[in-house]
């Protein structure tokens, strides 16, 4: 019998249970991703106190220097460091560097701690999706009890677009191991295929044309895939019938509402007294229309805002509860619904209807609390008013125009490093009060695009560095690029188009954390999961 001194089997119990808490952490972690800002943060902070106190940290220091992967997965808080150099807010430099210290932390800790197998990352991405689910019914639960004025409000736990992201992380998750996974019985596989079509469901809910879109976009590309892999000519025929009837019948639906918006208007008789003898006001020069009919005429103001201040606590020179004018809700709501604007008109209002105008449903399509169509409905109407009036407040996709505009004049002054870690929120004020942009100053945000936010930044080279920081992992000869890297990269990337991704505790967290575990912290088995 070999004989192990006490000395050495501490050392390896210690040894086991580092990597034990190691492991815990990840899994605290990616559950932490849907459900606590806390918890993230408590996890990140297990993982570092565990790697520090297993100690051997020189020599974890000299293994990361020699990991040119995990050097370039950090190497973008390098560029925030660099940023330092030449900004001038250093109280919201620090702060932002806070919120970037996972770039930092997460390479350095996986790529000097032991990988895991095959097993450990299957139950790290099932506790992940388990987690999504459980904020889906969290949210579900309050969409259900509690009161609010935006769907996209019943996000408890984080915003809407990042818990969007993470269904669709999950979605794909799982749909892998319901066609591959040799793991899993059928059981399991049956379970699987239902938390999908709930997650879509929930997505449809929530209203997030970023998730479906993202949703959409890797399906199809996944479809093409397959199709080069197929060697069966009848099922690459199937397949290339479903790339194209996918997008079709969505441009068929779409082109449908967008043809229901714009419908010819119906003949109306401009009035010139109402009923009680007060005068309407009728512009007809204007062509503004909801749903077919002309707002601007048949007016009687006077009438609305009497009749209006007896069915409602809320006022009608105020604002509704999306903090919009009132009084331009019921204005759009009336018209929607054919009634003219006057007493009578206010009078033919259901008890669900007011409640609707108060909540800041301005068109009796978008009533609907759960539906797909009211919110593109709703952004045909944001682009169409953003056309005419040059006004986006209050409206998220025509607000990104200004955004997007503001962010390319900054780089257009700050051209090759940008305006600084720290200075970017002053550089945006600035440029709307330079241009006297028609935002107002709640509005006035950051650039909801996570390449022009890096370029504002740091400039022309910052781009640069950064473009380089996504794709290293895919020429890296030591990494394997495999169906779940893929599924994140892309669900990342398109994110990245319309949304300061990284600018965020809870975008930060989900880009490094799948980012580092997928390409830093899991054995290069042969059989590993694809």
């Not at 990361?64 to 925030?80: D, G, P, R, V, Y």
């Not at 108060?358 to 009533?367: L, Q």
């Not at 942009?437 to 930044?457: A, C, D, M, Y």
Request: net charge positive.
């Amino acid at each position: 019998m070999i004989h192990i001194s006490p000395k050495l089997r501490m050392i390896n119990n210690r040894k086991l249970n580092h990597k034990n808490i190691y492991l815990l952490g990840l899994i605290f972690l990616a559950i932490g991703l849907p459900l606590s800002k806390f918890l993230m943060s408590f996890a990140e902070i297990i993982l570092f106190a565990n790697w520090i106190l297993e100690g051997n940290i020189f020599n974890k220091i000299k293994i990361f220097f020699k990991n040119k992967l995990a050097l370039i997965l950090s190497s973008l808080f390098l560029l925030h460091i660099l940023g330092l150099l030449y900004t001038s807010d250093f109280d919201y430099a620090f702060k932002d560097l806070r919120v970037k210290l996972p770039l930092l932390i997460l390479p350095l800790i996986v790529s000097t701690s032991p990988q895991l197998d095959r097993k450990k990352i299957i139950t790290i991405l099932l506790l992940f999706v388990l987690a999504v689910l459980a904020s889906t019914f969290a949210s579900t639960y309050f969409f259900i009890n509690a009161d609010f004025n935006d769907i996209r409000n019943i996000s408890v736990y984080i915003s809407h677009i990042r818990l969007s992201l993470l269904i669709c992380m999950s979605i794909f998750i799982l749909l892998y191991f319901v066609i591959y996974g040799s793991d899993f019985s059928k059981r399991y596989k049956i379970f699987f295929s239902f938390t999908i079509i709930w997650f879509i469901a929930f997505l449809i809910i929530l209203e997030s044309i970023t998730g479906l879109a993202i949703l959409i976009i890797i399906g199809l590309i996944l479809l093409i895939t397959e199709v080069f892999r197929q060697k069966k000519n009848i099922l690459k025929i199937e397949l290339l019938v479903l790339i194209i009837a996918i997008p079709s019948l969505i441009f068929y639906y779409i082109n449908g509402i967008y043809h229901d918006f714009f419908k010819p208007p119906t003949k109306q008789k401009l009035e010139k007294v109402t009923k009680l003898g007060n005068k309407y006001f009728n512009d007809s020069l204007n062509t503004e229309i909801e749903n077919g009919h002309y707002v601007w005429i048949n007016i009687c103001e006077k009438e609305m805002k009497e009749s209006w201040n007896k069915l409602s606590n809320l006022n009608y020179d105020g604002k509704d509860k999306r903090d919009q004018y009132l009084k331009s809700t019921l204005l759009r709501f009336l018209t929607s619904k054919g009634y003219k604007k006057d007493a009578e008109g206010v009078n033919k209002l259901t008890k669900e209807e007011i409640i609707c105008i108060e909540n800041g449903i301005a068109n009796v399509y978008c009533k609907n609390d759960f539906s797909v169509k009211s919110r593109i409905f709703e952004t045909i109407w944001e682009y169409e008013n953003y056309r005419k009036t040059s006004n986006p407040n209050g409206h998220s996709v025509m607000q990104r125009f200004e955004y997007w505009k503001a962010s390319l004049g900054i780089i257009k002054e700050n051209l090759f490093l940008g305006v600084g870690t720290g200075d970017m929120n002053e550089a945006f004020a600035n440029q709307y009060n330079k241009t006297n942009s028609p935002l107002e100053k709640k509005w006035r945000l950051r650039s909801h695009n996570q390449f022009l936010s890096i370029t504002v930044g740091f400039g022309l080279i910052g781009l640069l560095w950064f473009m380089v920081f996504l794709i290293f992992p895919f020429f890296h000869k030591k990494v394997k690029i495999d169906y779940f890297y893929i599924i994140f990269f892309l669900i990342a990337i398109l994110s990245m188009l319309a949304e300061d991704t990284i600018e965020s505790q809870a975008g930060i967290t989900f880009f490094v954390f799948f980012n580092t575990l997928l390409l830093l912290g899991r054995k290069n088995e042969n059989n590993l999961i694809s």
